[in-house]
């Protein structure tokens, strides 16, 4: 496996903040800070970490206007997937660049009843 700094860095899409990236406190203080209720940094977290969604348009509890706003100033961007590999018992290997430019690698085991 190639060490992280040998892999080529993408360029960055865009300046926005990634909110993927931020704690629920600092999402808190990212839509006070656009004039918005801290509570909604719960229902962003509810539609990023439960249900997966990326998009903000559809995250329909949220109104258009503050959806349309989420669009120009941020953006949910999970880590850049460098290399993986899949081995014959099944184990599951990625490298992922976090952000700040380093890398990490994060394993995959599956069992039984479970996956490690």
């Not at 040998?6 to 004039?35: C, H």
């Not at 184990?91 to 690698?105: D, F, T």
Request: charged share 25%.
């Amino acid at each position: 496996m190639s060490a992280c700094s040998d892999i080529p860095v993408k360029a960055e899409a865009s300046a926005k903040t990634n909110l993927l990236g931020l704690s629920r406190a600092q999402l808190r203080d990212f839509f006070v800070a656009l004039g918005e209720k801290p509570f909604r940094a719960n229902q962003l977290m509810q539609w990023m970490h439960q249900r997966g969604v990326t998009d903000f348009a559809q995250m329909t509890d949220m109104g258009k206007a503050l959806r349309s706003r989420l669009q120009e100033v941020a953006d949910i961007r999970p880590p850049e997937v460098v290399s993986w590999h899949d081995a014959a018992d099944g184990c599951r290997k990625w490298v992922v660049r976090v952000s700040g430019g380093s890398c990490v690698e994060t394993v995959y085991i599956p069992e039984k009843n479970r996956g490690t």
